[in-house]
């Protein structure tokens, strides 16, 4: 059965990439992410990134926002092994390893693939 989620939820998590592992040190709990999953980590950190800047620079709406954001949240829910933490703490990493103007162009490039390769439905 799949997993629902409020916009209010998709919206919190996809803004609260808050601290829980420093970057480059294990700790209990901590999770090393390779190949496909690491590959969808990047497309839900490209696309949630995307979201808050273009939704910070007004270029989209808060209802675009929120879509974006609850795409996020699925693929990371059927693509990305692992609990919600540990979900967190990868994407906090990978938002830290790129720039957004590199995240920017990843979603120019990417996006289109990231939604084929990971389907949400």
């Known amino acids: ?14 803004l609260s990439f808050g601290a ?6 294990a700790t209990a709990g901590t999770r ?19 979201a808050v800047a273009l939704s910070s620079a007004e270029l989209i ?10 795409v996020t949240v699925r693929i990371l829910d ?4 692992g609990s919600w933490a540990q979900k967190r703490a990868a994407m906090e990493v990978m938002r830290d390893r790129r720039s957004v103007p590199d995240t920017l162009e990843d979603y120019r490039r990417i996006a289109e693939r990231c939604l084929v390769q990971f389907p949400i439905n």
């Open 1 to 14: 059965m799949p997993r629902r989620f409020s916009l209010t939820a998709v919206a919190v998590f996809a």
């Open 20 to 25: 829980l592992a420093h970057p480059g040190m």
């Open 32 to 50: 090393i992410y390779e190949g496909r999953e690491a590959a969808a980590l990047r497309c839900a950190n490209t696309l949630a990134l995307t």
């Open 61 to 70: 709406g808060e209802g675009e926002k929120n879509v974006m954001l609850g």
């Open 78 to 81: 059927r693509h990305v092994e």
